[in-house]
Nanobody
Framework: QVQLVESGGGLVQAGGSLRLSCAASRRINIDRLYTMGWYRQVPGQPRELVAQ???????DYTDSVKDRFTISADNAKNIVYLQMDSLKPEDTAIYSCKFSTTMDTFWGQGTQGTVSS
């Protein structure tokens, strides 16, 4: 079973930056890897897709983070990153990564990102 391990969360002031990383515990064949993405959730609200990238490096972002967040991936190493700049208090959430393959979906345990005003 593949496990996803996230790192990089923390506390930052508004306008600051955080860089999240998510790595798979064992290699996933690139031919089976479909998308890698980051989601976030605030208590009492549904989980929201923040950004995703596919194996062709095509990216997609939710409108509220466009021009502030950047998703990138090292497909060979099965690592996905989320660079978060110009952070706002409303970006405060638990951020989780997700890998989708042709056969399975894997989730990370989540990492807290907190932005103070």
């Amino acid at each position: 079973q593949v496990q996803l391990v996230e790192s990089g969360g923390g506390l930052v002031q508004a306008g600051g930056s955080l860089r999240l990383s998510c790595a798979a515990s064992r290699r996933i064949n690139i031919d089976r890897l479909y998308t890698m993405g980051w989601y976030r959730q605030v208590p009492g609200q549904p989980r929201e897709l923040v950004a995703q990238i596919n194996r062709a490096d095509t990216t997609d972002y939710t409108d509220s983070v466009k021009d502030r967040f950047t998703i990138s991936a090292d497909n060979a190493k099965n690592i996905v990153y989320l660079q978060m700049d110009s952070l706002k208090p409303e970006d405060t959430a638990i951020y989780s990564c997700k890998f989708s393959t042709t056969m399975d979906t894997f989730w990370g345990q989540g990492t807290q990102g907190t932005v103070s005003s």
